[in-house]
């Protein structure tokens, strides 16, 4: 469960404690509120710009997706008004490059990341006016679980939250049995992750880490060092509907 406590020992003062399980069932539920709790299963890759640009308004977050004057390593931003409204940034020259190969995956990750820490940490600013830069080093799908006490731990978090949202955990899973089933159980590991990366329209990166995060694949010679955070006791049934 996420929960707010006092930490005079954390850079803002306060912090969010949750576990990585908590984050993927509270992004899933965004996850299946955009789509009605209708996924199409043969297209379930999310509208992330969509729901940036339009479903989150109704909740005081406005977005600029094409911000100029952003420091050259940025590649998008958290603002946090004193009355609580927010507004997500996206650098221009990230935004422009969205519809290219190479860029497309890193446009919808900062957009999901963005969107988390929009959603969850406003209470880091409470009252305040205040900033989350995202810099190119803090866009890590591997970016393991820090200390507490590290001002790290927000870009794990909103990380974890960018994973959960662009592939979210049953609906990812249900997926990784789909392509399974259609070639083997011992399809090339190539085919599989490439599959779930045009799925999901996110990095190669990202569909390879997502499964390693969700126990779904461990490879030989695993070098990411990735946190045992309670994934296995995340509630596995949804209430949706297939169409």
């Known amino acids: ?37 209708t996924c199409n299963v043969d297209r379930p890759a999310f509208d992330v710009e969509n729901f940036v640009g339009e479903k989150l308004r109704a909740d005081g977050i406005e977005f600029e997706p094409e911000a100029t004057g952003l420091p050259h390593d940025v590649l998008g931003m958290t603002r946090f008004n004193p009355d609580g409204t927010r507004l997500i940034r996206i650098a221009a020259e990230l935004y422009q490059a969205r519809t290219s190969a190479i860029s497309r995956g890193r446009f919808r990750f900062t957009c999901a990341h963005e969107a988390f820490h929009a959603i969850f940490h406003t209470q880091l600013f409470k009252g305040k006016s205040g900033r989350s ?55 090339n590991l190539d085919l599989l992750i ?3 990366s045009d799925l999901f329209e996110v990095s190669r990166q990202s569909a390879q880490i997502r499964l390693q995060t969700l126990k779904l694949l461990t490879p030989p010679g695993d070098d990411f060092a990735l946190e045992f955070d309670g994934i296995d006791s995340f509630r596995e049934q949804r209430d949706r509907k297939w169409s």
């Open 133 to 187: 830069e995202c810099l190119e080093r803090h866009i890590r799908e591997d970016h393991v679980e820090p200390v507490l006490t590290s001002s790290d731990f927000v870009e794990w978090q909103a990380n974890r939250g960018a994973a959960a949202l662009l592939m979210p955990h049953s609906i990812f899973r249900e997926q990784v049995t789909r392509l399974r089933a259609g070639t083997g159980r011992g399809a």
């Open 194 to 196: 490439q599959g779930l």
């Open 1 to 37: 469960m996420m929960q707010w406590v006092d930490d005079r020992k954390s850079p803002y003062g306060r912090k969010l404690v949750c576990t990585g399980a908590d984050i993927d069932e509270a992004m899933e539920a965004h996850y299946l509120k955009a789509f009605n709790g």
